[in-house]
């Protein structure tokens, strides 16, 4: 918030839009006091909604002869672009009431009790209503500040800075982030934040952290439990599976099913989610036949779930789960995943050579040309015989060439 003290040397030609501020302790009159009042009218980016003035010396008789000297047009603008801190001070109070009436009606009482918050802004609707009358409250707030009328409202809304901040944590929803508070607002509120022993700048624990565990525990209710556990599930596989989509989609569909089969009761959901973030974390530990993790293995189980319907990553080492039977579409599992192995390699060279050509997803007689490498590969007397392979060669290469596109910088710059 800039602030600005003016002389008559501060009038003609003065021009600092950051200046939102101004204090008067001097008699002004006429023109000269229109010039001052306007030095904090200037748009000074997207924190900026006003300017102050702060009449220490009583200037509105003054300002009322200043005006009459315009014609009704030239006295209309300025007037309109004249407020007084009541009426922002009723819209501020509306805003305050109408989030706290909110809350209220879904029994949330208590404004430091974070967990009974993210049970009830597990319903989706109800955390973006929230998300509105919060950002109108924040920006009612910052009309009337630094006004001491506001400092009524501070306690408030630095408890609902923090619920907004815990809850944006929680369920790795972006839109409850502190980047719509205003600057003057947020100094405020980090340093109440920081108070309080938040950092708003750490990221929420990944599910493949070894402290995952220890923070859902803190949490006193199952649901909350349930959700702290969803939701960072949801995220990771939105952004660490992103470009992997069978796996991201396997995931995504257990997801789904948990979520439907055990409806509202949520410590089934807690013990099933459970379970399927640890298969989550174990699938970074899943054999990759020598393949590459980043690079081959998308292409990998891909084919492995087109051709044979598994969806699932391989059991690790040392896993508890149950062996699949020896023989399976007419092979043994070693025969399944060396042929698997074998194409993967002979496909990911195709797409790695034809990627290195500059400008190749704009060039059309490239994308076809990889389409018919890809096919002659699969086409092989070798893979041809693996079940459904042939028939469904067309949509096979069309996913490859969007796993192709979606990791173009991983194919050909990860190590």
């Known amino acids: 918030m800039g602030i600005v003290i ?25 023109h000269g ?11 000074g980016g997207e924190d900026k909604d006003k300017g102050f003035v702060v009449d220490y010396v009583g200037i509105g008789n003054n300002l009322k002869k200043a005006l009459e000297s315009y014609d009704e047009r030239e006295q209309k603008e300025v007037q309109d ?9 009723r819209e501020l109070e509306a805003s305050h009431k109408a989030i706290l009436e909110l809350l209220r009606k879904h029994g949330l009482e208590d404004l430091s009790d974070h967990d009974a918050f993210f049970d009830v802004f597990y319903d989706e609707e109800l955390r973006f209503e929230f998300m509105s009358l919060f950002k109108k409250f924040t920006k009612n707030l910052n009309l009337v500040f630094p006004a001491k009328e506001a400092l009524d409202f501070m306690e408030d809304y630095q408890a609902l800075v923090e619920i907004n901040v815990m809850a944006a944590k929680h369920f790795r929803d972006g839109r409850l982030s502190m980047k719509g ?11 109440f934040l920081e108070s309080r022993g938040i950092d708003v700048k750490v990221k929420p624990i990944s599910i493949l952290d070894d402290d995952f565990q220890t923070q859902v525990k ?19 596989l939105e952004v660490e599976l992103d470009d992997d989509p069978q796996l991201q989609a396997s995931f995504a569909d257990a997801l789904r099913k948990i979520l439907e089969e055990f409806a509202n009761n949520w410590k089934k959901i807690h013990e099933e989610l459970e379970k399927l973030r640890e298969r989550i974390v174990n699938a970074d530990k899943e054999p990759t036949h020598g393949l590459h993790r980043k690079k081959q293995m998308p292409i ?13 990553p391989e059991p690790s080492a040392g896993s508890s789960m149950v062996a699949e039977p020896p023989m399976r579409y007419g092979m043994s599992d070693d025969e399944r995943i060396s042929k698997l192995v074998a194409l993967t390699q002979d496909l990911f060279g195709a797409i790695e050579r034809e990627l290195k050509l500059t400008g190749f997803w ?18 092989q007397p070798e893979f041809s015989k693996m ?11 069309s996913r490859l060439m969007e796993i192709a596109e979606k990791n173009h910088d991983t194919i050909l710059h990860s190590k």
């Open 6 to 30: 003016v002389n008559n040397m501060l009038l003609t030609g003065f021009d600092a839009p950051v200046e939102q501020v101004m204090y008067l302790d001097k008699i002004m009159v006429a």
């Open 81 to 89: 672009v004249l407020s007084f801190p009541e009426a922002e001070l």
């Open 181 to 191: 508070i205003p600057a003057k607002l947020r100094t405020i509120t980090d340093a």
């Open 33 to 43: 006091l229109l010039q001052a009042i306007a030095r904090v009218n200037r748009v």
């Open 387 to 397: 079940p459904g392979l042939v028939r469904k060669r067309k949509h096979v290469v």
């Open 218 to 236: 803190k949490r006193e209710r199952t649901q909350t439990k349930a959700a702290e556990i969803e939701h960072a599930i949801r995220h990771h």
């Open 300 to 312: 990998f189980r891909m084919l492995k779930g087109e051709i044979f319907g598994e969806d699932e």
């Open 362 to 379: 704009e060039s059309i007689p490239a994308r076809n040309q990889l389409m018919a490498e890809m096919q002659k590969a699969i086409l």
